[in-house]
């Protein structure tokens, strides 16, 4: 099975990306389409799989990072499903059903998709050859994958790092439709949006937001630490484009700290694999569960 076909797809809240590969870091042949229903974007992404089969053989197995929330674990019920979401058309979305039904001879892999990513940065991106660490993506939400000693946490329920609780900063109310004031909810991209009356990226440099951004996001890297010990926190996602905004938490994490743990310049970066860490990652977890 070490030349069987590897399928991934990183299941985004408004785009899917799906592969195939000999091995995570060669990919063979990828395609990116809109996330709309559950319906007809399993079928896109069924109708992609069979097409690569009739081009590079049948598939060995398959890995699938989703977006949340989702069942993880493989012991629940509710495994392979998409949980209660403001989503439309996804909720009870079986998606690990769809793909057995599908390809029945590959094996399947479901985890969440920032999960994915974070493998995939451990693979061959800004974690490689490290056992502890965490990504983290600010963007539309906030939503963060944690690896410990090599493995991603598989909880139940997954860990949901955007929705800690932060003391608010200002009286802007928040905008997560679950808790109201949580970190996603006051420092995603759809916060600052709504916070400031313009998309996050038409802000300037100079602008207060990012002040404020970067104290809530020193806040998260702080409970971080202290929950998990990390040797290394990505900062990803399209709010973190700003090439300014990852010194500034990094030095509002320095001041928070108090001296409590020492000062680490390693300890913050930026993804180095771009675009491509999540579908990486879903390979690779293709490929474990292939040789497990």
Known sequence: ???????????????????????????????????????????????????????????????????????????????????????????????????????????????????????????AGAAQGLKNYVYITVGTGIGGGVVIDGKALNAKPHAEIGHMLVPRLDDFEGCCSFHGACLEGLASGSAMGARWGVPAPELGPGHEAWDLEAEYLAMMVQNLVACFAPDRIILGGGVMEQPFLLEMVREKYYAKTGGYWPNDDSLLVTPAMGNQAGITGALVMAREVLSS
């Open 1 to 123: 099975m070490n030349n069987a076909l590897l399928g991934g797809v990183e299941a985004g809240g408004t785009k899917m990306v799906c592969a195939v590969a000999r091995e995570p870091g060669d990919i063979l042949d990828e395609v990116r389409f809109p996330t709309t229903d559950s319906e007809n974007t399993l079928e896109r992404v069924r109708e992609y799989f069979a097409q690569a089969q009739d081009q590079f053989g049948e598939l060995g197995a398959i890995g699938y990072g989703t977006f949340g929330p989702a069942g993880v674990t493989p012991e629940a019920p509710e495994y392979g499903t998409i949980l209660p979401t403001p989503k439309p058309g996804w909720q009870g979305a079986d998606v690990v059903g769809f793909l057995k039904d599908s390809f029945p001879n590959a094996l399947i892999s479901f985890d969440t998709d920032v999960n994915a990513a974070a493998i995939g940065e451990g693979f």
